[in-house]
C-alpha cells in the first residue's frame, strides 16, 4: 500500500471525518505556494469502469474480467461518493468534457449509466455544450441499449473496433468479429453524430494491404473522428511474456506513412499523434488533456491533475475495484497525492502539449504551468538548432521531424 504523501504543514486529521479531511486538504492546497497560476485552467470529469468481458493480451489498462457478472450498483454508490467527496477541491469550477473509460463502460445497464450521470449533473455544473463520451466495445453493442445512453445524454461514442480483419482480431483477444465491428458502427450511426474509431496497426502478420484496407474501412464508414494506434508490447501484458511475430521495422514505418496519407486525402485533419479528424470533430476532452488542462478522475485507478492558484497536483485513486470500493467506505479513496515540483512542471506541460501537430500559444506556457518561458529557453534553443522545433512570437510546434523523433524531443525539457 502506497500512503498519500501529505502536503508539508497540513494540520492533524486523524479525528476528522473523511468529509472534514478533505475539506482541511483542499483548503490546503488554496495556501500560498512555489507558483502563481493567473487563471485555473479548463476542468473535465473521467470516470473509470474497470470490468471487461475479456482481458486482451496487449492491454495494459487497469481493466478487470468479469466473469461472474459486476457489482454494479455497488460501485455506482461508491463513484458518487468519491465525487461528493471530491467536490472541495474543485468548487465553484464548471466541467467542460465528461470521459467514461474502461475496461468496457458499455457493460454498464442503461438504467445503471442512467444513475451514474444523473449522480455527475446533482453534483457538478456542466458546461451548456459538455461533451460526453463513452468508450465501447463492438461485442457489448445492442441498439436498444446505445439509444438509452443517447437518452441519458452520452453524445459521443469511442469504439474499440482494432481491426476489421476478423483473423487479427483474433490473434488481439478480440471479443467480436469483422461483422460485428461493421454492426457496431451501423448502431452507432443510427444513435450519434459524432464517434470516434480506435483502429491498431503493426498486427501479428499483418501485412501493408490488409493495414490499409483497415484504414479504408474505417473511412468508408464516415467516421468523424480515427485513433490509429500502433500496437506496441507493454509491460505486465501476455504479449509482453509472449511476444506474437509483429511486422519489422521498416514494415510498420511504412504502414504509418501509408496510413498519414490516406488520411490527408480523405481531409481528415492530423491534429495529435495518432488522432484525425473532420471539421470541428476534433476530441474536446483529450484535447484538454494535451493542452495541460485540469481533469478530475473518479473510480478504481483513476488519475486526476487539478490545478489551484499556487500549486498543480496529481491524485491517484486506489487500482484494485474491491480495494477501491472499501477505500471510498472508509474515507480514504485516494493512494496517492503529490504536488508537480517546479523542476518538473515544464517537462509534464511540454509532453502533453508537443504531441499536438500544432503545438501550443507561446503564452499558454506560463497561464497552464505559472512559469515564465524563458525557464526552458534553453532547451528551446537546442531544439530549434536541432530542427525538433518551430517558434514565433505566437505559436511553438514540433517540426515534421521533432514529430518524429517525439521522444527525443520531449525528453530535451527535462530538469537536469
Given amino acids: 500500500m502506497i500512503p498519500i504523501k501529505p502536503v508539508s504543514g497540513l494540520p492533524s486529521t486523524k479525528k476528522n471525518t473523511p468529509a472534514e479531511l478533505n475539506a482541511n486538504v483542499a483548503q490546503k492546497f488554496m495556501q500560498p505556494g512555489s507558483l502563481s497560476l493567473a487563471a485555473l485552467p479548463p ?26 457478472g459486476f457489482p454494479e450498483d455497488e460501485y455506482l454508490s ?44 446533482t453534483l457538478l455544473p456542466l458546461d451548456g455544450a459538455v461533451e460526453i463520451t463513452m468508450e465501447a466495445n463492438p461485442g ?41 465491428a461493421r454492426r457496431a458502427i451501423e448502431i452507432a450511426q443510427t444513435h450519434f453524430d459524432n464517434f470516434n474509431l480506435d483502429l491498431m496497426y503493426a498486427l501479428p502478420k499483418q501485412t501493408l494491404s490488409e493495414a490499409r484496407l483497415d484504414v479504408q474501412t474505417a473511412i468508408a464508414s464516415g467516421a468523424p473522428h480515427l485513433s490509429l494506434y500502433h500496437l506496441t508490447l507493454e509491460p505486465n501484458t501476455l504479449f509482453a511474456k509472449y ?70 497536483v496529481r491524485e491517484m485513486r486506489y487500482k484494485n475495484p474491491k480495494a477501491y470500493m472499501q477505500a471510498v467506505s472508509e474515507g480514504r479513496e485516494i493512494q496517492e497525492s503529490n504536488e508537480i515540483t517546479r523542476d518538473d512542471m515544464a517537462f509534464e506541460f511540454m509532453l502533453n502539449t508537443l504531441r499536438l ?18 525557464t526552458i529557453e534553453h532547451s ?27 521522444n527525443d524531443l520531449q525528453q530535451m525539457f527535462l530538469k537536469n
Fill in 43 to 68: 476542468l473535465a470529469l473521467y470516470i473509470h469502469i474497470p470490468w471487461c468481458v475479456k482481458k486482451c493480451p496487449y492491454c495494459d489498462f487497469n481493466s478487470h474480467e468479469a466473469k461472474n
Fill in 140 to 180: 457489448t453493442f445492442e441498439a436498444e441499449k446505445f439509444r438509452s445512453y443517447r437518452a441519458s445524454g452520452v453524445n459521443r461514442l469511442s469504439i474499440g473496433i482494432q481491426s476489421f480483419n476478423s483473423q487479427h482480431l483474433q490473434a488481439l483477444g478480440r471479443i467480436h468479429d469483422g461483422d460485428e
Fill in 380 to 406: 528551446l534553443h537546442n531544439a530549434e538548432k536541432k530542427g525538433l522545433i518551430y517558434r514565433d512570437h505566437q505559436q511553438i510546434r514540433a517540426t515534421e521531424l521533432g514529430m518524429r523523433f517525439l
Fill in 357 to 374: 501537430t500544432d503545438g501550443f500559444p507561446v503564452n499558454l506556457f506560463a497561464e497552464r504551468t505559472g512559469l515564465s518561458l524563458t
Fill in 243 to 312: 511476444p506474437p511475430a509483429l511486422p519489422d521495422d521498416d514494415a510498420s514505418a511504412e504502414m504509418q506513412d501509408e496510413i498519414t496519407e490516406i488520411m490527408t486525402a480523405a481531409e481528415y485533419q492530423h491534429y495529435e499523434v495518432s488522432a484525425y479528424a473532420k471539421e470541428k470533430h476534433q476530441a474536446r476532452h483529450n484535447l484538454n488533456y494535451w493542452q495541460f488542462g485540469d481533469y478530475l478522475g473518479i473510480g478504481a485507478g483513476a488519475h486526476s491533475k487539478l490545478s489551484f492558484p499556487h500549486r498543480v
Fill in 78 to 121: 461508491a463513484l458518487r461518493l468519491d465525487l461528493e467527496r471530491a467536490l472541495p477541491a474543485i468548487w465553484g469550477r464548471k466541467i467542460y468534457t465528461i470521459f467514461i473509460g474502461g475496461g468496457t463502460p458499455s457493460l454498464l445497464s442503461a438504467a445503471g449509466l442512467d444513475r451514474l450521470l444523473s449522480d455527475v449533473r
